[in-house]
């Protein structure tokens, strides 16, 4: 069960002479006083629950979250791999992982990651395509890509996501100050994200940025070319990379930023 939140409220009888000098009446004054318990974290527990649940059903189900959230963007990342892996699960073939630095391997976001023009309508044959295509793709990079049995994708997703939904949740709550020091509430359907800003080490270069559960390695950051470039992010914790016209994509894959509190992201590579 998630963590409740509660407020408890008092009410104290307070006595309050009132009047001028002529009039010594009292007036009995009721004062409601409010103590504020700050809200806690959703345990691990219940994140766990809900991307176990996301990995092997294609559904994100936030009963148990006990604040609203903006996850429209989590919703399709999961249905999308969801998709993806039942296709490739039905046709006996693995699912092509990326490899980070911090965190390890994650599965490709495959239905984004087809040419932008099919982007909309990825069937099953993209999907098979794009899976058979990857390692080809990727050894133009400097990014490592393997494959892995469906289930174990899975499982990698799964926990992942945990740590993506933790960043998300936490920021809903009110829980994360950016680094600036200003605390907020995003991710939520009245503020879904906060700007961003990124810079890198390279004029001229496109950013992408990652979700870091399941990268899109075509998804482009802002509407500018570097450095910086500004745009806007839900909360959540990001991989970024830069490619232009003469340089493969490269992920600055040695830090995955948890956006809050960062909001300015001084990239390493490159």
Known sequence: MPDTVSNEVGRTRVKMRSGNNDSKAENDVEVESKRH???EPVSR??????????AET???DLTEIPTPLAAADIATSVQDFHSAASVL???QMP???VHISAIGWAPLDLPNSVPEERRSFASPADIVGFAREAPGAFAKTEMLLTTMPVPQARRSFAALLVDFLRVRVDAAMG?????GGENLRCGVPEVPGLDVTVHNLQTGLRIIAAKAYFPDVRRVFGNSLSTPVSGYLPPGKYIFGAD????PLVLDDTVPYEIPPNNIIHMVRP
């Open 37 to 39: 318990h700050k809200e």
């Open 45 to 54: 527990s219940v994140l766990e629950k809900v991307a176990n649940k996301a």
């Open 58 to 60: 294609g559904r994100l």
């Open 89 to 91: 699960m039905s046709m």
């Open 95 to 97: 699912y092509p992982m």
């Open 175 to 179: 829980l994360r100050v950016l680094s």
């Open 244 to 247: 232009g016209p003469n340089r």
